[in-house]
């Protein structure tokens, strides 16, 4: 099983024939969709999801999945199916069960929206959220910068699963310098191998 980092919070994991994309946000890039079979969207914030960038897609691809949270799959109408926090479904041939179910909050309650965690045969995207699901977690895609999240949240989320593998998403806010500091602190953490995919290369697991 491969998995490819694009831009911000996106991931492509595939497995031969087997091609599944998750968050392919207005940061991503068109690429990220090329080929894929299923699509995962954690909630409808832009930088989770491009809606032009996916009804390109499903244009061309009719058979093209898309799991998200009831609202979101509602408003994107047909081929799109809701998911509920701890229900399990097949997407592009991987076992996937849905988690969490609320986004972090930034301040005052907002923004107060659904927000679906993913965990795609052990690999966990929890999108924008610190929830900590009860599946074993191999390898973690643990936020790296948003309004919502903090450092120490971040090394709190690791702790808690202590996954064998752990990579950043959600960075596009982050300079070189700030991504250099987020990484010096993770690697220090025992317990998980930490690394970070350049953008566009992919690692196997």
Not at 38 to 54: K, N, R
Not at 85 to 108: K, N, Q, Y
Not at 151 to 180: K, Q, Y
């Amino acid at each position: 099983m491969r998995l490819t980092k694009y831009g911000h919070a996106c991931v492509r994991i595939q497995d031969g024939d087997r091609v599944l994309v998750i968050d392919p946000g207005v940061f991503s890039g068109a690429e990220a969709l090329a080929g894929a079979t299923a699509v995962l969207i954690t909630h409808e914030h832009a930088d989770h999801v491009d809606l032009d960038l996916l009804a390109a897609a499903r244009e061309l691809d009719p058979a093209l999945t898309v799991h998200t949270h009831p609202d979101l799959a509602a408003a994107l109408g047909d081929g799109a199916t809701g998911v509920a926090p701890g229900e399990s479904f097949t997407a592009a041939g991987f076992g996937v069960t849905a988690v969490g179910g609320r986004h972090a909050e930034i301040i005052d309650g907002l923004p107060g929206c659904p927000n679906i965690g993913f965990v795609v045969d052990g690999v966990y995207h929890p999108g924008d959220s610190l929830f900590v699901p009860e599946q074993p977690v191999d390898t973690l895609l643990v936020p790296a910068s948003g309004p919502w999240l903090k450092l120490a949240e971040a090394i709190g989320l690791v702790r808690a699963l202590r996954p064998a593998r752990t990579f950043p998403i959600h960075d596009v806010n982050l300079s070189e310098t700030g991504m250099a500091n987020f990484d010096g602190w993770l690697e220090a953490e025992k317990g998980t191998a930490y690394a970070r995919i350049p953008l566009g290369e992919s690692v196997d697991l």
